[in-house]
């Protein structure tokens, strides 16, 4: 049986709200074009993320940071021609809004008038903040990320769990009460401690949707290429693995190539 509520025709940020109220758990994962969003729509899931992780998978960089505007723009626009359900949600890329908040409002403009996305996500806390009012201001909602940033690798120098320490564990709990308090309408924590994201979710009526935050938060969010196997090299704890299309892929591949090579292919029936 589905477990898609039938109730929601159309998710939008007030939705998830309801959603967190109500104990239903929301279900989030990436697409960057327009078929995979037509599949994982169609599926039923609540909040499909255009992520920067586009600039990993799709485009073979090692970071987030190469990836420009036009191009989460492009993959924006895949994406929103495909959906008739979820609510899309599209990171800002790196480098067009932490330098000052008129430019971060012009990014999120272009993003959602130029793709026709629903919302906007933003990696950071407090030194953010005036960017995300501003952006909030002009009636873009906003989702915040907090945790393990990916923009922010070259600071952190690892992937490894983030705020293990107290003082980190502090602070992000602090950021997480000023987004509430901003506006924003969910966050996303990521591989941070099960117990600190657990806290978190509990202390702000916004949704908190975790990758890596352990199952006491409002909803999970995974990169859909890592979630079908089509990525192997990447092997987090957090990840769970629904299919191995990795290995699915290559035999078809294989079978293709041979039956090129040996005259299997085309048969009688598959010309004209
Ligand atoms: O870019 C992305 O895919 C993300 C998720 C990992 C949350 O930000």
Known sequence: MSAVNKEYKRITTKSLVDMKSNGEKISMLTAYDYTMAKIVDGSGIDVILVGDSASNVMAGHETTLPITLDQMIYHASSVIRAIERALVVVDLPFGTYQSDPKEALRSAIRIMKESGAHAVKMEGGK??????????????????????????IYKFGTYTVRAKEDQEADQLKEDALMLEKVGCFAIVLEKIPAKLANEVAKSVTIPVIGIGAGNGVDGQVLVTHDMLGMTHEFNP???????????????????????VKNLDFPSDEEQY
Request: no cysteine; aromatic share 10%.
């Open 127 to 152: 030194e953010i903040r005036e960017s995300i009012r501003r952006i909030l201001n002009a009636g873009i909602p906003v989702m915040g990320h907090l945790g393990l940033t990916p923009q922010s």
């Open 237 to 259: 704890r957090f990840l769970r693995r629904y299919l191995d299309l990795y290995h699915s892929m290559t035999s078809a591949f294989e079978q293709y190539i041979k039956d």
